[in-house]
């Protein structure tokens, strides 16, 4: 041997720090559930029932003007709206709800209803509510106000609650609300690192800052384990880029440029992705409800195909097309994943020689269909041969 094991060993031991770093930074996937879209309802419009509501709209809007999902789909989709119409909820007092002078009222209202959500059993798999930009003093306290109220009115911190931050553009923005919600908390008597929050990516700077640097890294250091996702905003963003109203769409490419760099900057960080929404909405006679369904339908595909697994939706009826693509999209891959992952698990020879990453991916894809009700965990076993714990164990193995 030409190196000996002293003379490497001195060599490298200064990577042990960088190592430590990397792990510390890049610590894989968060693991668990993602919803599969995020409905936005303002503020002023929440109601005792607004989840099972949605539902029956969206119900109502498939029967009345038809969708071409052909049965099985059509079943699936009619009885997701049924038991679980909305995944992910967000009460608006942002760019949806304007500023009235009943937010104070309205924070506390639509706190008490998230609160009897729970205690009725119908509340989201997660829910929360975005609070207005620190753009300015006047909106920062207005925002901070609308928090403190409804954090107040809660009493309990619910499962699966998130706040959205709009409007970043500066690392600094991210850790004073880091900071002010370490106050809230301990005030509220809550556990620490408790109130979690998503960054809306809507702004240049939050891609690019002022030093022609990537922002996004800065923001999810700033914000810690307290940053769960990154929420991209397409018309706040398009419209920042220049771009007329007629190009401000989800499909432009400079939202795909935004999309990448959010894929980048939160690769391995255990930070979640959520695409934006189509101002489309599904209103009107049937050609023109029509129309905006094949628009969404078509855009939540294209997210899903870009590693962009939820959503913005704007409107109950947008309910039809997210879960018929999302459904379409998980049961026409779910045979050819589990094959080449039962393939991968038996290290069976094959005509697709998969690396780990892939055997990771292909198990995070199953199990996100499950979770969404895309496929049954029976079906997933029977077409592996794999349980969904073992799946979860592929899953977990990060590679970074």
Known sequence: MILDGSTVASITARLSEVDRQRAARFPGGRGGRQPVHTCYVPADKVGP???????????????????????????????????????????????????????????????????????????????????KSFDTPALLERGLRTLDIFLATLGDLPPGFVITFPKVTAAEQVSVFAELLDVLEERLGWPSGSLKFEIQVETTQSIVDVDGRLAIPRFIAAGGSRVTGLHFGTYDYTAACGLGAGQQRLDHHACDFARHVMQVSAAGTGVRLSDGSSNVLPVGD?????????????????????????????????????????????????????????????RAEGGILDEPATAQALSASLLRAVDCGAATAEEVTQATGLQLDDLRGYHRRAVV
Request: hydrophobic content about 40%; aromatic content about 12%.
């Open 286 to 346: 049937t050609s023109s409800v029509l129309r905006a369904w094949q628009v969404h339908y078509g855009l939540v595909r294209r997210s899903l195909e870009h590693g962009f697994f939820q959503g913005w939706d704007m409107h109950p009826a947008q309910l039809v097309t997210r879960y018929a693509a999302v459904y379409a999209y998980y049961r026409e891959s779910l045979a050819g994943d589990a094959q080449r992952l039962a393939a991968y698990a038996t």
């Open 49 to 131: 029932h607004t989840p099972s509501d949605w539902g029956e709209q969206a119900l109502a809007a498939l029967a009345e003007h038809g969708f071409d999902l052909g049965h099985d789909l059509k079943e699936r989709v009619k009885a997701k709206l049924r038991t679980e119409p909305v995944e992910d909820l967000r009460i608006d007092f942002e760019d949806g709800y304007g500023a009235p002078s009943t937010e104070d009222a309205d924070a506390a209202r639509a706190a008490g209803h998230l609160a009897r959500w729970h205690a009725e059993g119908i509340a989201p798999f997660s829910s929360g509510l975005r609070i």
